[in-house]
């Protein structure tokens, strides 16, 4: 019975597993603008953001046509609310990796004047959230789901050892002041990337659990 | 507070275990849905919630069904319990008579005489049921006349001109119109203020959207039994899943 219903129900599930991966392309060439200073790494990000808005729009459509449609109740109701809370964190993903591809665009004309470890270290974490956080909503693993949400605090961690760098940095010598702040705000950006990875990994424990709780936030 | 209390009940018509082992309460001033593919059981418990089953020939029901405490199979007078329990059914069964004469039908049967008394009743019950504005010109007119919907409305105001406590529902808006189920659905959730209603109802948007509390039935079990927003966002068990989300039944 309503197989053209869990026909629309997997093609949305295919669409929230295409804009995942664009999203992990995102962030994956923006880190490698970042470490690598490639400015065509960072176009990369600007390209792949606008295929995030329109894919965000496309499934938004799509999700309010199935609930005018469908009326769907249950594990149906979760799994479409969730994925229109989902699909925008996903876009705010989109935003703030081409937010660190603009950042790179300016910065990649200096050298780095310091050791960028605890930033990549950010950056690694918080790329393995966001494919762990769509990973686990492709195989519906609540475990992995709540995993991601304990690993937010190693990348609030890092952004708080990222902050010490830049003192440190502007203490030691005033003239780097600018590339401090533009480090400190690209740091920043990873920190909210995390955030919305806890979200979606969040949104995939209630489409599956029914629970908002589970996440231990 | 429950009204009604249902224990280990079980319900046999000949051979056929039609109701088995039920174990539910309900809650007064609530409204409570029955849900479940046909042939469940949810409109036979219904019908043994008034003793409606009593004539139906082979019907044996054990267990404990109570109202307010009382048992109702015991030493409780049916027709009190009907005057308590009143019943609106699927289709519209106006009597053929006046509209003020359907209304008052019921007042009179139960010693009611004086007919200023009965005018305000009528009025009264009317009101109630949402439908005086429609019918105070109509009064001596032939309830036969009315539109389903009016009809349907009639019923509910007659079955509440004898001041019942409980009102059941058996799919009563299932052969109406929108506009005039939405009227129906309206009036339930006013009526639940000073009565306690329980529907049985095909219609899960309908379920959603009046009841209070949903009981799911299957074969003639009560699978589960929550809250309606439980119920319709996370089922506890798979076959509730199931009939809700239209994937059996």
Same mark, same amino acid.
């Given at each position: 019975?309503r197989?053209?219903? &869990?026909?629309?129900?997997?093609?949305?599930?295919?669409e929230?597993? %295409?804009?995942?991966?664009?999203?992990?392309?995102?962030?994956?060439?923006?880190?490698?603008?970042?470490?690598?200073?490639?400015?065509? %790494?960072?176009?990369?990000?600007?390209?792949?953001?606008?295929?995030i808005?329109?894919?965000?729009?496309?499934?938004?459509?799509?999700?309010?046509k199935?609930?005018?449609?469908?009326?769907?109740?249950?594990?149906?109701?979760?799994?479409i609310?969730?994925?229109?809370?989902?699909?925008?964190? !996903?876009?705010?993903?989109?935003?703030? =990796?081409?937010?660190v591809?603009?950042?790179?665009?300016?910065?990649?004309?200096?050298?780095?004047?310091?050791?960028?470890?605890?930033?990549?270290?950010?950056a690694?974490?918080?790329?393995?959230?966001?494919?762990?956080?769509v990973?686990?909503f492709?195989?519906? &693993?609540?475990?992995?789901?709540?995993?991601?949400?304990? =690993?937010d605090?190693?990348?609030?961690?890092?952004?708080?050892?990222?902050q010490?760098?830049?003192? +440190?940095?502007?203490t030691?010598?005033?003239?780097?002041?600018?590339?401090?702040?533009?480090?400190?705000?690209?740091?920043?950006?990873?920190?909210?990337?995390?955030?919305?990875a806890?979200?979606?990994?969040?949104?995939?424990?209630? =489409?599956i659990?029914?629970?908002?709780?589970?996440?231990?936030? | 507070?429950?009204?009604?209390?249902?224990? =280990?009940?079980?319900?046999?018509?000949? +051979?056929?275990?039609?109701?088995?082992?039920?174990?539910?309460?309900?809650?007064?001033?609530?409204?409570?849905?029955?849900i479940?593919?046909?042939?469940?059981?949810?409109?036979?418990l219904?019908?043994?919630?008034?003793?409606?089953?009593d004539?139906?020939?082979?019907?044996?029901?054990?267990?404990? $069904?109570?109202?307010?405490?009382?048992?109702?199979?015991?030493? !409780?007078?049916?027709?009190?319990?009907?005057?308590?329990?009143? !019943?609106?059914?699927?289709?519209?069964?106006?009597?053929?008579?006046?509209?003020?004469?359907?209304?008052?039908?019921?007042?009179?049967?139960?010693?009611?005489?004086?007919?200023k008394?009965?005018?305000?009743?009528v009025?009264?019950?009317?009101?109630?049921?949402?439908?005086?504005d429609?019918?105070?010109?109509?009064?001596?007119?032939?309830?036969?006349g009315?539109?389903g919907?009016?009809?349907q409305?009639?019923?509910?105001?007659r079955?509440l001109?004898?001041?019942?406590?409980?009102?059941?529902?058996?799919?009563?808006t299932?052969a109406?119109?929108?506009?005039?189920t939405?009227?129906?659905?309206? $009036?339930?959730?006013?009526?639940?203020?000073?009565?306690?209603?329980?529907?049985?109802?095909?219609?899960?948007?309908q379920a959603?959207?009046?009841?209070?509390?949903?009981?799911?039935?299957?074969?003639?079990?009560?699978?589960?039994?929550?809250?309606?927003?439980t119920i319709f966002?996370?089922?506890?068990?798979?076959?509730t899943?199931?009939?809700?989300?239209?994937?059996?039944?």
């Amino acid at each position: 019975m309503r197989e053209y219903y &869990d026909v629309e129900l997997t093609k949305l599930n295919n669409e929230l597993v %295409e804009m995942g991966a664009l999203i992990e392309n995102a962030i994956t060439h923006a880190v490698n603008a970042l470490t690598q200073k490639d400015i065509e %790494e960072a176009n990369l990000v600007d390209k792949i953001e606008i295929q995030i808005n329109q894919k965000e729009k496309d499934i938004e459509a799509f999700c309010l046509k199935l609930i005018l449609h469908q009326q769907p109740v249950a594990k149906d109701l979760r799994l479409i609310s969730s994925a229109l809370k989902m699909i925008t964190d !996903m876009e705010r993903i989109g935003d703030q =990796s081409s937010d660190v591809a603009e950042i790179c665009k300016i910065i990649s004309k200096n050298s780095y004047v310091h050791n960028l470890k605890h930033i990549t270290d950010m950056a690694e974490q918080m790329k393995q959230m966001v494919t762990q956080a769509v990973n686990a909503f492709v195989t519906k &693993d609540v475990v992995l789901a709540m995993s991601v949400c304990k =690993s937010d605090d190693i990348v609030d961690e890092l952004f708080s050892k990222v902050q010490c760098d830049m003192i +440190k940095l502007i203490t030691e010598d005033s003239s780097k002041g600018a590339i401090a702040l533009d480090l400190l705000m690209v740091a920043k950006y990873f920190e909210r990337i995390g955030d919305h990875a806890t979200n979606i990994a969040e949104w995939v424990i209630f =489409s599956i659990t029914g629970d908002h709780k589970l996440s231990g936030k | 507070m429950d009204k009604f209390q249902i224990q =280990s009940m079980n319900l046999h018509y000949g +051979k056929f275990h039609a109701l088995k082992n039920i174990n539910l309460n309900m809650q007064k001033n609530k409204i409570t849905a029955f849900i479940g593919p046909s042939g469940c059981g949810k409109s036979t418990l219904l019908k043994s919630l008034n003793r409606m089953n009593d004539l139906v020939e082979g019907c044996k029901i054990t267990g404990s $069904l109570k109202l307010d405490g009382e048992d109702i199979y015991g030493n !409780m007078d049916v027709n009190v319990l009907r005057k308590r329990v009143g !019943m609106v059914f699927q289709k519209a069964n106006p009597f053929p008579m006046s509209v003020y004469d359907n209304i008052a039908f019921g007042p009179r049967t139960h010693g009611v005489k004086n007919k200023k008394q009965l005018d305000e009743i009528v009025e009264q019950t009317l009101k109630d049921a949402a439908i005086w504005d429609e019918l105070k010109d109509r009064l001596k007119k032939s309830a036969l006349g009315l539109s389903g919907g009016q009809q349907q409305r009639l019923c509910i105001a007659r079955a509440l001109a004898v001041k019942p406590e409980v009102l059941l529902m058996d799919e009563a808006t299932s052969a109406l119109d929108p506009i005039s189920t939405g009227k129906i659905e309206e $009036l339930c959730m006013k009526l639940k203020n000073e009565y306690t209603i329980i529907m049985v109802t095909h219609n899960m948007q309908q379920a959603l959207r009046v009841s209070d509390y949903t009981a799911f039935f299957l074969l003639g079990e009560m699978i589960e039994y929550n809250d309606t927003d439980t119920i319709f966002s996370s089922p506890k068990e798979q076959k509730t899943e199931e009939y809700i989300t239209g994937r059996f039944g």
